[in-house]
């Protein structure tokens, strides 16, 4: 399972890439203005921090204005994923994009069929929201579960990029229905590090050995 962060801020990018933990970055309008830092500057900066692939959104909502952007987009770096919603513009722009060899990421996927529209129109990956599911009683997991058999019984080639991602058991989860990417916040990922019985065991074997340095 590859391991996103899902952060435009390249602090954490460069904590989570020292853990040598981090396959690629999401971002999102919301997380580029939680940065407080110019769109096109920050890409260009995570793009020489992590060597994969790099989700960048557009925000027209018009297949036209999605095509500009994305080309755009693509030109700052090799590892840009472009970032298209899912709406029907979005995914005329996907088909579009696939045909010129620019990768994607389809976004704000909800349901099943809406996964199986993207990959029909050649997502390079596909984006379920599971927390924003769960906060709504809706189970977000099971909507993965779905994509995956959905695309193991077609053969599809779309990546299934598990996002909205808010507690290790999320990431547990998905790891275990064999998802492809799980894309997390920096405090996400370190909270899949611990456990307190390692920091007990740490403190103990610490303490015994220091006895043994005595005398
Ligand atoms: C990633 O691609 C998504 O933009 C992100 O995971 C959304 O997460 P949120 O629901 O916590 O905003």
């Known amino acids: 399972m590859k391991f996103f962060l899902d952060t435009a801020v390249v602090d954490e990018i460069r904590e989570g890439v020292s ?26 900066e995570i793009c020489q921090i992590v060597d994969g692939p790099i989700s960048a959104e557009v925000v027209s909502t018009d297949c036209e204005g999605m095509l ?17 919603p899912l709406i ?31 990959a029909k129109a050649g997502a390079t990956y ?4 599971v927390g924003r599911l769960d906060d709504i009683s809706h189970n977000g997991l099971e909507l993965v579960q779905h994509i995956l058999d959905i695309y193991d019984v077609y053969e599809f080639d779309t990546e299934v990029i598990v996002a909205s991602i808010r507690n290790p058991l999320h990431v547990l989860d998905a790891a275990r ?35 043994t340095q005595k005398g």
């Open 126 to 129: 596909i984006s379920p929201f």
């Open 177 to 211: 229905m064999g998802a492809h990417i799980g894309t997390m916040p920096l405090g996400v990922m370190k909270q899949l590090m611990k456990h307190p019985l390692t920091d007990i065991g740490l403190a103990n074997f610490l303490k015994d050995w220091e006895a």
């Open 68 to 84: 500009r952007e994305g080309r755009e987009l693509a030109q700052v770096h090799k590892n840009i994923v472009v970032k298209v």
């Open 19 to 44: 853990y040598g933990l981090v396959d690629g970055v999401t971002t999102n309008p919301s997380l580029i203005a939680k940065s407080g830092r110019p769109f096109r500057e920050v890409i260009e």
């Open 88 to 118: 029907a513009e979005g995914l005329k722009a996907t088909r579009i994009f696939s045909e010129e060899g620019i990768h994607t990421n389809v976004t704000l996927c909800f349901s099943a069929t809406q996964a199986l529209l993207a």
